[in-house]
């Protein structure tokens, strides 16, 4: 089966085809670093990522470039509140931008470029669009000029007459019609900016984009990704920018992801249910928040809620405790023969699993997948005897494709003689009746945070 992906600009599925075999260009447009980053913030890092592994495990080589807008009203907004210059914010929350989404299992980028270290760049893109008649300076701002880019609109799927429709220029914008956009803005006395043709100032946001995409993967890539609160205007204007200047296509496929919504409403300052991702791993294991973002469709709304993820943790100690169990029965298991029907059945769930993540990258329906092989890996532990290849073709399936996804079964190992020595204690205990001793012995035990947990297959230990 063919990779597909949702298209927004077409609003279809389409095969994936890359620009050049075996690889595959990605620009994620990254956060404004004034501060911690939201949950909303850490579902297009999470999602993307995982994007980016299912191609890494397709063969792919994937040149990823996620961005950081390191200067914009808010970064001045900030600086000017709490007495810092806008670099050392910009550096502060970038450092923990990184920290945060590690946590959750992101790989860094093969690229973070950030925007005052590209203003060059910048600056040349943006005479480039004036020179060929999209763009111009207007007392000391640069605008360009949407009417200039015949398709645009073509993205979010509107015609100029619909957007021009309520459009207005605010006070002290200086350009010519209510659908330009600012390429280059003139600094305000006090603000930090950069020497330009058109005197000090800074860039426009939806330049950046452009610009870092087309200098780090060319003029035209594979994939642009985002948000979907990024499609209009922000990718909108990133089209209209890049294949005015280009004159040939900005990228081959345009994904988005859904909103996240907290105890179903929507996520703002306003109504108090802001979440932050960096008090949110304070709270909860950051590969459960990981596995909680994936069970649902990327380009889905996502309801967010202690509750739910609390579900989601209990969802997934299922397939952790499948792992641990096929572990622990491993040492026990001998060569058997007759055994092909439960191989198959894991490649059944393998080859399902590849199938679902081909269609439109569904981890929701990858994770139902992992669900049906933990439990026929349960119900094979049953036997009274299993086979060490069978046990290790479960194990296998459920380390490489959690792996896929980002999501780590394994944990710390726990090896300690004098633990040991005591569970075997209390398992003598136990086969001669004395009950009494061995509630003494897992009593002392939990006092020093091991918690004991019985099963079929053995007595297992893991720090509390």
């Known amino acids: 089966m063919a990779l597909r992906i ?108 950030r925007v005052t270290e590209n203003m060059t760049e910048i600056i040349a893109f943006i005479e480039g669009l004036i020179e060929k008649g999209h763009a111009y300076e207007s007392g000391g701002d640069v605008y360009f000029k949407t009417r200039s880019f015949d398709e645009y609109g073509k993205l979010s799927h509107q015609s100029i007459e619909e957007l021009r429709t309520g ?54 890539i594979d994939i642009h990704a985002g948000g979907q609160d990024l499609t209009f205007p922000h990718h909108e204007n990133e089209i209209a920018q890049s294949e005015a200047h280009n004159c040939q296509t900005f990228a081959n496929y345009w994904m988005h992801n859904g909103y996240i919504n907290v105890e179903n409403e929507k996520m703002s300052k306003s109504l108090g249910n802001f979440v932050l991702a960096h008090d949110l791993i304070q709270k909860h294991d950051p590969n459960i928040i990981r596995f909680f973002m994936l069970s649902v469709h990327y380009r889905h709304p996502i309801n967010f809620s202690d509750a ?27 060569d058997l023969q007759d055994h092909n029907e439960w191989l198959g059945k894991v490649n059944d769930h393998k080859q399902r699993f590849e199938e679902e993540m081909d269609d439109d990258f569904n981890t929701a329906n990858a994770i139902s997948v992992l669900f049906d092989l933990t439990k026929d890996a349960n119900l094979y532990l049953q036997s ?61 035990l939990k006092a020093r945070n091991i918690i004991l947990e019985d099963t079929p297959q053995g007595t297992r230990w893991k720090r509390g």
């Open 167 to 220: 459009a207005r220029i605010q006070v002290g914008e200086k350009k010519k019609d209510p659908l330009d956009f600012t390429l280059w803005k003139q600094a305000k006395p006090g603000e930090i900016s950069w020497d330009s043709p058109w005197g000090k100032g800074r860039p426009g946001w939806h330049i950046e984009c452009s610009t870092m995409a087309k200098k780090y993967l060319g003029e035209t």
């Open 384 to 444: 009274q005897q299993t086979s060490t290849e069978v046990v290790e073709a479960f194990e296998e399936a459920l380390v490489n494709l959690t792996g896929i996804l980002g999501i780590e079964l394994k944990q710390e190992e726990l090896v300690d003689e004098e633990i040991e020595a005591l569970i075997q204690k209390r398992i003598e205990a136990r086969k001669n009746r004395n009950f009494e001793l061995a509630d003494q012995i897992r009593d002392d």
């Open 6 to 113: 949702y298209n927004t600009l077409k609003r279809t599925k389409e095969v994936f085809t890359p620009l050049e075999e075996g690889k595959v260009k990605m620009y994620v447009c990254g956060p404004t670093v004034y501060n911690y980053i939201h949950i909303g913030n850490a579902r297009p890092a999470i999602v993307f990522d995982t994007v980016r592994r299912y191609f890494e495990h397709k063969g792919y080589e994937v040149d990823y470039v996620l961005n950081f807008t390191d200067v914009d009203d808010k970064l001045i907004k900030a600086a000017n509140e709490l007495g810092e210059e806008v670099p050392t914010i910009a550096d502060r929350f970038i450092s923990a931008y990184k920290e945060d989404v590690k946590a959750f299992g992101v790989k860094e980028a093969v690229h973070h470029p």
């Open 308 to 334: 739910l993820l609390e579900g989601a943790k209990s969802s997934f100690d299922r397939i952790r405790n499948a792992y641990e169990n096929l572990q622990h029965r491993k040492r026990a298991s001998v």
